[in-house]
């Protein structure tokens, strides 16, 4: 199929491995970020084994591993005692499919996405692009921006994220809204770690209403610690909201002292809060030569450890959908046929998730006993 270029819209994660596996299959692409610069604020993310086979096909599955670390042991433990419930050793998982769970700085896995698609061409990315409209016809769709700056293409890929502007414009209707659950996050470096953190170096515990979670980044030199627990009302935008520890203290005080001594030494300032913000499953993800992709057709919800994985995917598998097309349409078909239901699917059980950490009464499925491990984007029939 000969294209003359490929519109991304959003240049975070799923934008970046969407324009990297064009390229990668000989297509060229531009992609449209509103911010004014491509980089990714925030702290830890869970790459698995599906997402590591995408990460492998795209180039960068080492130049990832080196920057990030592979705890040998991924424990569940009681959220009040801090007792150990069960464990699940990294390379079990390794051994049962094909790839050890990753745990990620964001802004490292966007750095190698990001050099990646420049190192094929330097002209790929532009920042500053805040999108407004679409005007499209049987010849092809081009990009309006806030500015009145335009970017043709034969097809435009809306990868915008959560509160899409694409999807609202494309199919109108339901906004992103407030969940219910409100989350904290910090970076905490090795040196104010506590002793008993240090040892496990990563423990989920999931206690009444809400849940703690902290993993080692960058080989142990930091750790990323999240609590999550339910809310009734949120009113701030965005998900780098100031925080104090005082406050997030506060509301996990009952959690086991190891876990209340971790967020005492988080360090001035570097707090942040968010509302997490959903939107129901959309019913078709392709309208003409328009496509969504990533949190943009799937909000997700972090209770699996999916989003990031979900959007790698994607990317992948709107790549491979191209090179085995001969139009637009055919490849945005394939892909949406290869691709809504799972990530309908992952959306949905990631709600689900979210109620069982915060519920004892709700058993657990994580995101390998639900067999999401298994898909291998690479290989999926597209």
Same mark, same amino acid.
């Given at each position: ?9 959003? =240049?975070?994660?799923?934008?970046? !491995? +969407? ?29 698995? +084994?599906?997402?590591? /086979? ?21 424990? +569940? ?40 698609? @420049? ?11 805040? *999108? ?10 081009? !990009? ?20 899409? #502007?694409?999807?609202? *414009?494309?199919?109108?209707?339901? !906004? ?6 409100? !989350? ?18 990563? /423990? ?29 009302? %949120? ?14 203290? +506060?509301?996990?005080?009952? *959690? ?28 078709? %993800?392709?309208?003409?030569? @328009? ?62 998730? =979210? ?13 390998? #006993? ?13």
């Amino acid at each position: 199929m000969q294209l003359k270029r490929i519109t991304i819209i959003g =240049g975070g994660i799923g934008g970046l !491995a +969407a324009a990297l596996a064009l390229q990668r299959r000989g297509f060229r692409v531009s992609v449209y970020e509103r911010a004014q610069a491509f980089r990714e604020i925030g702290a830890g993310l869970i790459i698995t +084994a599906n997402a590591r /086979g995408a990460l492998r096909d795209l180039g960068v599955d080492d130049a990832l591993a080196m920057r990030s670390s592979c705890v040998p042991v991924i424990h +569940a433990c009681d959220y009040a005692t801090g007792a150990v419930q069960g464990s699940t050793r990294n390379r079990d998982i390794e051994a049962r499919w094909g790839a050890a769970t990753l745990q990620v700085h964001r802004g490292d896995l966007h750095d190698v996405l990001k050099e990646a698609v @420049v190192a094929n061409d330097p002209d790929a990315l532009h920042a500053g692009c805040e *999108f407004a409209e679409l005007e499209q016809d049987e010849s092809g769709v081009t !990009a309006i921006f806030t500015d009145g700056r335009t970017a043709p293409g034969d097809a435009l890929i809306g990868a915008d994220g959560n509160t899409s #502007a694409v999807r609202s *414009f494309v199919f109108p209707g339901e !906004a992103a809204g407030f969940n219910g659950q409100v !989350a904290y996050r910090a970076l905490i470096p090795q040196s104010l770690i506590p002793e008993r953190v240090r040892e496990l170096q990563m /423990g989920m515990y999931a206690g009444p209403g809400r849940y703690m979670l902290f993993y080692a980044l960058r080989g142990g030199s930091i750790m990323n610690l999240i609590g999550c627990g339910r809310a009734t009302t %949120w009113e701030a935008e965005g998900w780098s909201i100031p925080a104090s520890n005082e406050e997030f203290e +506060a509301a996990y005080a009952d *959690f086991a002292p190891h876990l209340v001594e971790l967020i005492r030494a988080i360090p001035s300032g570097e707090l942040f809060k968010w509302g997490l913000r959903d939107r129901e499953p959309l019913a078709r %993800w392709v309208d003409g030569r @328009v496509a969504m992709l990533g949190d943009a057709a799937h909000p997700m919800t972090p209770f699996l450890g999916q989003g990031a994985c979900l959007a790698l995917e994607d990317g992948l598998v709107l790549g491979r959908a191209f090179a085995a097309s001969n139009s637009v349409e055919e490849a945005l078909q394939r892909y949406e046929v290869a691709r809504r239901i799972r990530g309908t699917n992952v959306q949905l059980w990631s709600r689900e998730e =979210g109620l069982a950490l915060q519920d004892p009464n709700i058993p657990q499925r994580p995101a390998a #006993a639900r067999g999401l491990l298994e898909y291998d984007p690479a290989t999926v029939t597209v």
